[in-house]
């Protein structure tokens, strides 16, 4: 069983489980949550994006096309499966 050593001090730091923006010194703008060590190039709006093409292209792939080739997602800027 581990035992903190007596060097360390009997209270934690709290670290606050939220995103923080970085820039490199490259220029890239990244974010990264110190508490569980996550990061991401991607902004909040581009990560919700992704997560909004991701389930349409499942409801796609649940509905299926309608057996012509045409798929109504299409119209939706979907590639259809």
């Known amino acids: ?3 903190k050593p007596p060097s ?3 209270k934690d730091i709290e670290v606050k489980d939220e995103w923080q923006e970085f820039t ?3 220029g890239t703008v990244t974010f990264m949550n110190p508490k569980t060590g996550q990061y991401s190039r991607l902004t909040t709006q581009d990560a919700a ?3 909004q093409r991701r389930v ?3 409801q796609v792939r649940a509905f299926g096309t ?3 080739g ?3 997602a299409s119209c ?3 590639v259809c499966p």
């Open 24 to 26: 490199l010194p490259d």
């Open 56 to 58: 349409r292209w499942r």
């Open 66 to 68: 309608a057996g012509d």
């Open 8 to 10: 360390l001090q009997d």
């Open 49 to 51: 994006k992704v997560i």
């Open 70 to 72: 045409w798929c109504w």
């Open 76 to 78: 939706l800027g979907i």
């Open 1 to 3: 069983m581990w035992t």
